[in-house]
């Protein structure tokens, strides 16, 4: 098992690009996440899925979209590119959701993360 | 608002002494606390956790102790070694009423183990 991909690792975009992050897992994880990480503001929730075909809105979700036509991938879009968007990237997964109660099944897996830098 | 947070941003200790990390929580719906470990440049990974229903568990080398009655969490790392040194970060799933499908990160604490 790879566990959570992440592409690409670095990226640096002008302001007003679009781009698509791409994060893949080959766990048959239920449950992916995006998260942004900026200094001194620990991991901030973008975008997470429960399942293929549903997504929902986390803490940080403008500007930003995401699509789960498989179980596996999960890419999140930056629509128009601007400076405050300049952060580090990761995408987790678990194999069910948070609220599940199963011993285990819901720890996040973590890819290695996706600089972006927008100027 | 209602949040994770970490008393200390920056913890040093020395290597081979007990490493304390703390972490307040406001949403009394809380159920489910995992503690992760970020070493530089990497994602983070799975410490340990816990559930409401229960006041401390324990790992290997890890504790974690949750007093619900003060909201607070700690981490406590025996031995600590310098491969301890990392951020590390609590979350919270907030239960049902808090949108249970999502995990609340702390700010995270920087662990340097001094030798």
């Known amino acids: 098992n790879a566990g959570v991909t992440q592409t690409p690792k670095f990226q640096v975009l002008k302001t007003g690009q679009s781009m698509t992050l791409q994060c893949a897992q080959d766990?048959?994880?239920?449950?992916m996440s995006w998260y942004r990480q900026d200094p001194g503001m620990g991991l901030r929730l973008i975008h997470y899925s429960v399942g293929a075909g549903i997504t929902d809105q986390g803490e940080v979700p403008n500007g930003y979209n995401v699509s789960r036509s498989t179980t596996e991938d999960f890419p999140l879009r930056l629509l128009s590119a601007a400076p405050s968007q300049t952060s580090v990237y990761f995408c987790a997964s678990s194999l069910r959701t948070p609220r599940d109660s199963y011993s285990g099944a819901n720890v996040l897996t973590f890819g290695a993360g996706s600089r972006l830098t927008v100027l | 608002g209602e949040s994770v947070g970490l008393h200390l941003p920056t913890l040093s200790v020395q290597e081979g002494d007990n490493s304390i990390i703390n972490c307040a929580y406001s949403?009394?719906?809380?159920?489910?606390f995992i503690w992760y470990k970020q070493e530089s440049g990497k994602g983070p990974q799975f410490i340990i956790d816990i559930r409401s229903n229960m006041d401390k568990r324990q790992g290997q080398r890890v504790t974690v102790l949750l007093n619900k009655t003060v909201k607070h969490l700690s981490l406590q790392i025996a031995a600590t070694q310098p491969g301890d040194s990392a951020v590390y970060f609590c979350?919270?799933?907030?239960?049902?009423?808090?949108?249970?499908?999502?995990?609340?990160f702390g700010t995270g604490t920087q662990l340097k183990v001094e030798l």
């Open positions: 949403n009394s719906a809380s159920d489910y």
């Open positions: 766990m048959n994880h239920e449950y």
């Open positions: 979350a919270e799933n907030r239960g049902l009423t808090g949108g249970g499908n999502k995990l609340t």
